[in-house]
Each structure stands twice: as structure tokens, then as C-alpha cells.
């Protein structure tokens, strides 16, 4: 089996387990097939602290046929229901808006990519020159797309929502076998929101360990907190459904993060990154300058003549640390003082004969 578990360039940055996570804001559809709102999306994504911005480029007919299919969803508190064909069609990016969306990306400073549902798309990207490759956990058993996508030489990220052990296998061999050489896993739910007994993060380790490669995760839960978690347990990678108002119509606006809370994300993020440090045992550079103050040294319990026998009794526990410590406290019994000391001396070792 490949172990790809080391860092990967996207678009000049490197993405690893040992680099800062990469945190992409999922615009989607909720573009709403308005162009000017995609392009405040990405500004609000960029300004929010997203490394990347993802879109969906596709055509209706690559994946629905029936035109009585319909889709659920909350909207303003109330359960909307309408046209799964209607739904998608209004979201459709021609290349030329995705050109525009990609350029605009780069003017704002974050990477663009997409998420395909045909070759045509991925040859689209790829003539793009997007900074990756996204493919849907819906697609993850369509494994001619997942070799297409091998073929670009681009990161290919793959979300596992809904599937099982084989599956997953059955794509990286496939993304293997067809030349691919960066990959990554997402952990990820497919259910909208995901309740919190449903996320499953330590899920992300394991995908990383059972098929060597990058693991992350694509989170559609409520709030910050799964995705601070995974970052924690060595997600590399954060997706969350990004939009600028909870309230948009649509299906995906009401569980996506807006830009205060997708701001809070990346701060919560970054600073856990922080917070999760070295594994190298010891006191850390404050530390090191506050033992002096906070560690405790033996006193002289009483003013002492010199030749003074030291007993247990002359002796006390208190700070500052600048003395002799307490676990070497047996060693002072029966020493004689060589001159008189005063009541709260920290004793050191040239007190003694």
C-alpha cells in the first residue's frame, strides 16, 4: 500500500500533518446562480480567513434524469420542498463563469477548485488550472471519474460519506492504478446538519493510517466545535458549506457557516494548532523563566549560629526556586552551617562544612 502521509503543495502552499490546515469555504450552490453573490462569497470567504473556495461545476443531466424528483429542506424555519432538476439547474457555472470565479479567487488571495461530475468537468478544471480537484461522496463509487481525475496530476480530494470499508479501497486503488500521486480523505457525514453522536472524528486518523494518505474532514455539523476536534485527531484539511446569510433561499444556507462563524472556525482552529505544540517532554520558554519564582526552595525556619546542626525542624518549604529543592532535603540533615544565617535564608550548598 502507498504511504502518502507527507506534505503536499497546493498552489505554492504545503498541506500536511505538520503544516497549518488548509480551510476551504464551500460556496456550493449557494451562489444561488447569482454571479455578483458568488463573487461577495469569495471576498467574505477570503476576508474571513479561508485558504480555499470551492464550487460545484457540473451539468444537471450528468447525474439526474427523473424530472419528478424533489428535494426537502429549512428555509426561514419552514420545510421547503421543490424540483431536484429546478433545484440544480438555476446553480449551473458555464466555463466562462468559472473562469471568472477562479480569476476573481486569485485576485483575493485564496485557491479556487470545484467539485466535477464528469470528465468534461474535470478536462474544465483542469484547462482552469484549478489548485485541486474535489470529488463528492456521491461520485465515490464512480471510479471513471476518479481515474480521470487521477490523470490531471492534481491533489485529489475524495469525501467518504456514505461509504463502506470496500468502497473507499476500490477508489484509491482505482486513483492509484490510474498514475495519481496526491491524495486525500475526507471523513465525512453525509447527513444536513450532522448531529453531533453522528460526526465520528476519530474516524480521520484511521482513514490516514488504513490507506496512507492525508486524511481530513468535510463538515457538515452545526458551529465550530467538529471542526477544532478534527484538527486535533490530524485533519490537514477542513471543508464547511460557507454563505453569507443563514436566511438565503436555497437548500444549503441555513446549515453553512456565515462569515462570523466561519471566522470563528479559523480562529478556533489556529489557535489549536497553536495550543497542540510539541510532543517533546520539558518546560516550555516561559516555563523555564518562571521556575525560579514558582518552584520552592528549603528555608531556614529560624536565625541559626554557625555550627548549627541542621534538623528537620529548621527547615521549611517556600518559594522562590532558587535554592536547594525539597526532594533533596534528607541530604542537609546532620550538615553543620558554616556562618549564621537569618530566619528565611534559602539555604544553598555553601551554607555547609
Known amino acids: ?36 453573490l458568488a463573487r461577495k462569497s469569495i471576498e467574505a470567504a477570503a476576508a474571513a480567513g479561508a485558504d480555499g473556495v470551492k464550487f460545484q461545476n457540473y451539468e444537471t443531466a450528468d447525474f439526474l434524469q427523473d424530472g419528478t424528483l424533489t428535494y426537502t429542506y429549512q428555509n426561514h424555519g419552514k420545510e421547503i420542498t421543490e424540483s431536484q432538476w429546478e433545484m440544480f439547474k438555476r446553480c449551473e457555472l458555464s466555463v466562462a463563469q468559472l473562469e471568472e470565479l477562479k480569476n476573481h479567487c486569485e485576485r483575493v488571495g485564496v485557491v479556487f477548485f470545484s467539485t466535477p461530475t464528469s470528465k468534461m468537468g474535470v478536462k474544465i478544471l483542469e484547462g482552469l488550472d484549478a489548485g485541486l480537484i474535489k470529488n463528492g461522496s456521491d461520485y465515490l463509487t464512480n471510479l471513471d471519474l476518479i481515474r480521470c481525475m487521477a490523470s490531471t496530476g492534481k491533489l485529489t480530494v475524495l469525501s467518504t460519506g456514505m461509504a463502506t470499508v470496500a468502497e473507499i479501497g ?49 463538515d457538515h455539523s452545526e458551529g465550530t466545535t467538529a471542526a477544532v476536534g478534527a484538527r486535533v485527531l490530524g485533519a490537514c484539511f477542513i471543508e464547511k458549506h460557507f454563505t453569507l446569510d443563514k436566511n438565503l433561499p436555497g437548500p444549503d444556507h441555513f446549515f453553512s457557516a456565515d462569515p462570523k462563524e466561519f471566522r470563528e472556525l479559523v480562529n478556533a482552529v489556529r489557535t489549536v494548532e497553536a495550543a497542540m505544540g510539541t510532543t517533546q517532554l520539558g518546560p516550555t520558554q516561559s516555563e523555564s523563566l518562571g521556575r525560579a519564582s514558582f518552584r520552592l526552595s528549603c528555608l531556614s525556619t529560624d536565625d541559626l549560629a554557625a555550627g548549627t546542626t541542621l534538623e528537620l525542624k529548621h527547615i521549611a518549604f517556600r518559594r522562590p526556586g532558587t535554592g536547594i529543592p525539597p526532594k533533596q532535603v534528607e541530604a542537609l540533615l546532620g550538615l553543620k552551617i558554616n556562618r549564621a544565617i537569618s530566619r528565611g535564608h534559602v539555604l544553598s550548598w555553601g551554607d555547609f562544612k
Open 1 to 36: 500500500m502507498s504511504n502518502q502521509t507527507k506534505s503536499i503543495q497546493i498552489s505554492g502552499s504545503n498541506l500536511g500533518p505538520d503544516q497549518p490546515c488548509f480551510i476551504a469555504a464551500e460556496i456550493g450552490l449557494n451562489h444561488n446562480g447569482d454571479m455578483e
Open 170 to 218: 476500490d477508489a484509491v486503488d482505482a486513483f492509484r492504478l490510474a498514475g495519481g500521486r496526491y491524495l486525500m480523505l475526507l471523513h465525512c457525514t453525509s447527513s444536513y446538519p450532522t448531529p453531533p453522536d453522528e460526526i465520528n472524528l476519530r474516524r480521520i486518523p484511521v482513514l490516514a493510517k488504513t490507506f496512507g494518505c492525508l486524511s481530513g474532514f468535510s
